[in-house]
């Protein structure tokens, strides 16, 4: 195992060696297909999804992963029926508060990335005080996307930098890619080495949408539920054979 994911160069790695990146992001899909072939209730595909991320979670804060984002909730998830909001906001509730120690174990300081309009006063609660919590955690920082979309991520982001324009804070000029870095939700996380996606699709989603520029894509044919430590491995080792140019000349 080696870490090679701040190199601008690269060269690929060898063939079966497992690189592990500075930041990782996921797109956790194919819950409901996992429960529905399981012949579930949808919601169970979401609750055995909590495990995956216990591992997923454990397991990058173990290997040193330094950033890790997981699309929980995204915008256009609102429109999904009511029934599954309540009940996948239920899951994510009993999360910030049952998975405290395991956070805590594991050195990790959670963030969250996204809108909190939308977000009910009980669950925002239970996600400050755990971000309070694990504020003092120097190891991975967690970053929960909830409420989250990237496209949302840039308005709110040109709102902010529109508003300093028009206060005469900041002069036009002033308003290069560092700018706008730095109005993003979490300015303080490195862009994605990697952008894992599970159950086979090959879309982005409205995920990160600036972040994710020069992010290498693993696409995971399993679902979400089924995501554990050897799918984990794979995608460090397929990271491990990319090689990364950032539009440069090797
Ligand atoms: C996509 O599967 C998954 C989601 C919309 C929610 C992800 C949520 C969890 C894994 C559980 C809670 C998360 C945390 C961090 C505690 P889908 O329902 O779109 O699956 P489908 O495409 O097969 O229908």
Known sequence: MSRRADKASGGGGQADEMVVPRSVAVIMDGNGRWAKRAGLERIRGHERGIDAVRTTVTEC???GV???VLYA???ENWQRPRREIDLLFK???????DERGTLMDNDVRLL???RRARIAPDVLRLLDETIALTAGNGGMRLSLAISYGGRQELVDAFR????RVARGELQPEAIDEQAIHDALYQPSLPDPDILIRTAGEQRI???LLWQVSYSELHVADVCWPE???EQLHAAFRDYGRRVRKFGKVL
């Open 73 to 75: 909730f995204s915008e």
């Open 205 to 207: 989603s409205n995920f």
């Open 112 to 114: 969250h990335s996204g």
């Open 160 to 163: 902010q930098l529109a508003g």
């Open 91 to 97: 899951l994510l509730t009993r999360f910030l508060v």
């Open 61 to 63: 804060a173990r290997l």
């Open 227 to 229: 995501f554990g430590k």
């Open 66 to 68: 330094e950033a890790l």
